[in-house]
Structures are given as structure tokens and as C-alpha cells.
């Protein structure tokens, strides 16, 4: 593998590309501080599969059989095994397991009825997935608002709920911040609008004791290598709704072959959208839904540790000037892959705070950042949004927002270390001009 320089990781959005390895047998010409501190760590070292999962691949991969749907046999192949375990698991009637989460949301917005033109209201605190799942169906995204607290501001979205003419919400659990989804839902019943929940990032996390992506008509999840489970790439779709589940189901690309799913609606309704439902081919295979199921047991365990680890680093990283976490709400049961934290300095600080921290060998990300190949989570880097959207609030937040990826090797020396480095680099941000 090419080896990279640390100025140059800067510039690479590890929610799309894997960042390079970099150990302590980094080339020595590289600059580091003076003060000897060093982390080094990979943060993108996702957690190894299971060897439960690996057989199962192993075992599928010498039957060749990876397609899901077969023309002959007998049993129910992976996918359809998957999708009952995990509606299950969040305690929904339906589940379809697709191609990736994008997908997932794409096949919600066309099941609910968006078409070309029509509004959708979303995040703009959100990864670029999210308003690219409304580009794909056609239709124009709005974006609401984020807090302080790096979610959904309620009166901006009551104010867009209101006029915007949008009649679906597709609201970015982002990083993991779960907004206050009862709240959420009496908004939009009042408003007609039906929301759709991106859970990427909170596959097993939930509000007030519901897990998220049970809220709305349709919840969609990740499967990609940074997420809770990894296939490498693959997504979920849940609903409780027969209507919406027949769409997906066929949309995901079934060939017709709907009886090989255990959780489907009755034949009559797919008879009403068979003929008029085309097929997008977003279908996961045999092989990702067999590395995904064993995985599913093991949420809780990785969630307890994600959030060791997450209380851990939040405890050292409010340690620094100008370094603040926001606080949690108690309904808000969060699984955090990841941590976020606002730096109260200005951009040519943090720019600087960024070095420092690269020449320690700690890799953060800056939602703030001008360059548009750095980072996927900035909307003013969507250049194909209809709409030059007015949200200087949201403005203020990313521009702030730092985000460091907390990866299940993480120890609490580790957490320690990191601390220190962004105590270090703050304080020699803050002094610069």
C-alpha cells in the first residue's frame, strides 16, 4: 500500500476511502514535535470479523451459491434469514436487506411516493449520502437546521414542516445524535409529513427505549465497514408499513421471486405494485447477509465498549481550552462509534490546531473545512442542490465541529494520549494569529 504523509491524510475522507496505515514504522523523515508526544494509530482499524462469520462465508463461497435469489433449491437463503433476525432485533415487521444503506434510503423515498420535483425535508448535519438519496430520486432537498448539539433545530424544522410543501422528513441520525424523536414525529404528524430515518450511524441505539429507525414509516442502516456491523458494504431497510415493504422488496430487484423472503407482505399486495415497480438492482448478496449475521449478537457488547470509550475520551478532550462536548440527553440509549467536539477557535487556529495534532500522529476531521475532497459532510460542497440553502446556523456549528473516529482497539492509555495532544495542539492554536 502507498504510504501517505500526514498533511496529506488531512485531505482524505475516510467515510469513502481507507486512510493509510500508519504505524510507528513511519519514515522517519516525517516532522514531528518536539515534545515527543505520539499517537500513530490507525483510526480507521475496523474490528475484525468473527470466525463464526468467516466459516459461514467460507462455506458459502464453496457453493458458489452468492446470488440471493435462486431459480431452484431448497431453504431460505441468507439475506432473508438476516432480515428476520434483524426485524427482530428492532422489533419490526418487515426488513429488507439492500446494497447499502444509500440505497435503503433511495428505495424509502420512491416507496413513500417522492417524484422528480418534489421536496424533501433532511439534514444538514448528515453525511452526503443523505441528500444524494434525494438527488437520486429526482426530487429537491431542503435542509433544516443543526443545534448546537449537532442536531435537528425543532423550530426551523416546524418553520420548513410548514411552508416548504414536503411531505417526507429524512432525518440523519449523524455521528449518532439522536434527536428528541417523540418530538420529532408529533412535529411532523401534525404537519403530514412522514419521516424517514437514516441510522447509519445508530444501528442499535435508541430513543427513550425504541430503537431508532422504529420511529418513522421506514428506517434505513449501514452495513459498511465503519459502521456497527460490516460487511463491507450493505444496508437494511425497515417498516412496518405492507405497502412500503412489497416496494422495496421489489425494488431491491427480486425478480418476482418474493416468496423467497420469510418476512413479506401477502400476495395481494404485491399485486398491486408488481407491474408498476421497477427493479434498481440494490439487492444484498448471500455472502455480505452471511459475514452480517453472527454480528448481530454482538451489538451489545460492541456498544457497551464504543461507549467506554466514548466516555472516556469525552472526559479527556473537555480537559482543553476552548474544547466542549456537548452533553447527552437521557432518553438518548446512543451507541458512539465515533466522538465529536466543538473548538472555539477560528478557522486559520484550527487549521493550525490540525497540524499540531498531525504531527503528533493523531488524524481528526473538520466538518468545517474549505476543501471539498476533504470531507463529504459539508453542504456547501453540494453544488448540485437545487437551492443555494440559507442556514447560517448551521453555518456556525460545522464550522466548529471536529470529529474523531474511536475504533475498538482504543485503550484508556489511548484515550489519555489523545487528551493530551488536543490539549497540546489547542493551546498552541489558541496562541496563534
Known sequence: MKRLNWEHLLDINTDSVMSATLTDATPTTMSRAPDGLWFGKD??????????????????????????????????????????????YVGSKYC????????AMFIALKALGVKAGDKVLTSTFTLSPVPGAIAHAGAEAVLVEASGDYMTDMADLERKAATSGAKVFLLSHMRGHIADLRAVRALCDKHGIAIVEDCAHTMGAKWDGQHTGTWGRVGCYSAQTYKHINSGEGGLLVTDDDDVAAQAILMSGCYMMYDQHILKPVSEVFERWKYVTPNFSMRMSNLAAALLRPQIGQLADRGRRWNHIYSTLGRELTKAVNVSVPPRDAKEEFIASSIQFTL?????????????????GLYIKWFGTPTPVAFTSNYEHWHYLQAKPDIPNSKAVLNQLMDLRTPLSLTDADCLLIGQIVAVATAIAGTSN
Open 344 to 360: 472555539d477557535l477560528d478557522p486559520p487556529q484550527i487549521e493550525r490546531f490540525l497540524k499540531e495534532c498531525s504531527l503528533r
Open 43 to 88: 483510526l480507521s482499524t475496523p474490528e475484525p470479523i468473527s470466525e463464526e462469520a468467516i466459516e459461514r462465508a467460507v462455506a458459502l463461497m464453496r457453493s458458489g451459491r452468492l446470488h440471493r435469489y435462486g431459480e431452484q433449491g431448497s431453504g431460505y437463503p441468507e439475506p432473508s434469514l438476516l432480515e428476520q433476525d434483524y426485524a427482530a
Open 96 to 103: 429488507v436487506a439492500v446494497s447499502s444503506c444509500g440505497a
